[in-house]
């Protein structure tokens, strides 16, 4: 076994669920700590105290701009890191925090918040609120494979983080996307995925169709993302038993 690769978390205005997310691979993680991952720093897990040089750092959270502090973090996480992962909506697409307009104690001047990559370059996208954890420990196991893999196994990864990377493109989410992109155009299919996806029930299917409750919608994009309409890769597809086992055979 190659060498692991090295990881940093950068824990942003997030509330933390994505971290519990990782945890929740349970022995998956520790498998990854033990042979895959050599974590350099993560406020919650690792006691050190300053961003770290590393091969991928995962993001939690979106940026507070009113905060000087959390701009320059996103920033150093930036220059530190070989990959940048934005894990979960707020990193995302702002999710929640797309609704801060600041005027709380003890810091009303705090009202602007946006995702990572409308500060940096973000490299891929783990989408979710909160993210699944077979989801975050998928892109570690192909991370790893794409920097330390044999030929073989960096062209599965690449397969399997071909669309994750070209998420990248929007920082912005929320039910109307499936309406925009997906129902407008007649590529609906009426297979209830959103539905089931977002995580509060914003969604409900009328005659075979999604309606979505914009009152509701906390602008997470999981629906958008879980739609097989939205996306749909036959590198990933064609290739999903051969990179079920590959990240099966590396979890043993
Ligand atoms: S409708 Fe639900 S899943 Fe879609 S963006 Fe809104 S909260 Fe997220
Ligand atoms: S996931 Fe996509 S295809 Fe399926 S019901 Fe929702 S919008 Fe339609």
């Known amino acids: 076994m190659a060498d692991k690769i090295t990881v940093g978390y950068t824990h942003l205005s997030g509330c933390t669920g994505c971290t519990v997310a990782l945890a929740d691979n349970y022995g998956g ?6 042979k895959y991952v050599d974590l350099k720093y993560m406020p919650t897990l690792a006691d050190a105290r300053h961003i770290q040089k590393v091969d991928v750092s995962f993001v939690e959270g979106s940026v507070c701009i009113n905060d000087k502090l959390a701009v320059e973090e996103i920033k150093e996480t930036r220059e530190k890191s070989a990959v940048v992962v934005a894990l979960g909506g707020c990193a995302c697409y702002g999710n ?9 104690q003890n810091q009303p001047q705090h009202e602007a918040y946006l995702p990572i990559g409308d500060l940096i370059k973000v490299d891929v996208y783990i989408p979710g609120c909160a993210p699944t954890p ?3 420990r998928n892109v570690a196991v192909m991370a790893y494979l794409l920097l330390k893999g044999t030929k073989e196994q960096k062209d599965l990864a690449t397969k399997f983080l071909t669309p994750l990377m070209k998420a990248t493109e929007t920082t912005s989410a929320c039910f109307c996307d499936l ?4 129902i407008n155009q007649s590529l609906c299919m009426g297979c209830g995925s959103c539905a089931a996806a977002c995580p509060v029930n914003a969604i409900t299917m009328e005659y075979g169709k999604p309606q979505g409750e914009r009152d509701l919608c906390i602008k997470c994009g999981a629906c ?4 097989p309409r939205a996306w749909y890769s036959f590198d990933v ?3 999903y038993e ?5 990240i099966m055979a590396a979890l043993q």
């Open 29 to 34: 993680l520790l498998t990854l700590l033990d």
């Open 96 to 104: 929640i925090t797309r609704f801060g307009r600041g005027g709380q």
């Open 134 to 136: 077979q989801m975050i």
């Open 179 to 182: 309406m925009v992109k997906v």
């Open 224 to 227: 958008y993302n879980q739609c």
């Open 237 to 239: 597809v064609d290739n």
């Open 242 to 246: 051969a990179i079920n086992e590959a």
